[in-house]
């Protein structure tokens, strides 16, 4: 009879050398490693632990596909099914954007922007999983928070993480600020849409992630322009227009706002220091002082 020669036993350190050996970053290859294991995603240090663990042939073989995946551009969280957005463990994949750690900034923001208000209302422009208005929520229980997405299967995956985490966000279909109701109001309004160009060669590297949540015209600004242009029919006097942008769109959209007579026009920056997230506030003018904004000083912190 033939000797049937048992596969090889990889231990955990050196099935993730391999994983890196072969271009995968170390917290991605940790990630995935954590994910066919069956043990949460922010357990690195027990990887360090248990380096000499043996990985049983069948873990090992998900483990290769899911790190063949990865390097073809999938993100991970769309191979784990799951990612941390302000201390939330919500649910996504391809049908949503991964959410960003960067726009962690715009919730900060936001928060900062209805803090003095007792029962703040608050509204999420294209929420996609809903992370902006779940993390919102969720730091504020008193806050009225409302969720815009044009897609149905995105809102799916945002009413889910609402239900599992067990935050009482409005749902609402429609297009930007098109599916509210004429007279609603809001103390502020958050987004981070599209903003993309459209002929923008690093999409190439974003296939796996829904190009309508990425791209937005030939300047990328399609969608900030419906925003700004819409906001001010929805937002309570002094309240806030909050959105996240390209690391190099910050005086674009500044433009923007101080054109459409937002007041108080300034940007904040992200975690690698760029210009990301540029806000407003609206104010009811007095009659011929409509260029109130334009003399606003923008800037960026």
Request: with cysteine; net charge negative; proline share 8%.
């Amino acid at each position: 009879m033939p000797v049937t020669t048992p596969s090889p036993a990889y231990t955990l350190a050196q099935a993730l050398a391999g994983a890196i050996g072969q271009g995968l970053p170390r917290i991605d290859a940790q990630m995935l490693l954590l994910h066919v294991l069956g043990r949460p995603g922010g357990d690195r240090a027990w990887l360090l632990t248990h380096d000499t663990d043996a990985l049983a042939p069948e873990a090992h073989a998900r483990f290769t596909a899911l790190c063949q995946r990865r390097a073809a551009g999938e993100p991970v969280a769309y191979l784990t099914g799951t990612k941390e957005f302000y201390g939330l463990p919500l649910a996504v994949d391809a049908r949503v954007l991964d959410p960003r750690p960067d726009t962690e900034t715009l919730v900060d923001w936001a928060l900062e922007a209805i803090a003095p208000l007792p029962t703040p209302r608050v509204l999420d422009l294209g929420t996609g999983s809903g992370a902006i208005a779940l993390a919102v929520q969720h730091q504020r229980p008193t806050a009225q928070v409302t969720a815009v997405d044009a897609s149905a299967d995105a809102l799916q995956v945002a009413r889910a993480n609402g239900t599992r985490l067990g935050l009482p966000v409005r749902w609402r279909h429609g297009h930007w600020l098109q599916g509210l109701e004429d007279g609603q109001v809001f103390d502020a309004i958050v987004s981070n849409p599209p903003y993309i160009a459209s002929g923008d060669a690093h999409l190439a590297d974003l296939t796996h992630e829904p190009l309508q949540a990425l791209a937005s015209g030939p300047d990328g600004l399609d969608d900030l322009r419906t925003i700004v242009a819409q906001a001010p029919a929805h937002l309570a006097p002094g309240g806030w227009l909050l959105l996240e942008h390209g690391w190099d769109q910050a005086e674009a959209v500044q433009a923007l706002l101080q054109a459409a007579g937002f007041t108080q026009v300034h940007s904040r920056a992200d975690l690698a220091g760029h210009a990301r997230c540029t806000g407003a506030r609206w104010t009811v003018h007095a009659p011929g002082n409509g260029l109130a904004a334009a003399r606003d000083t923008p800037t960026v912190e």
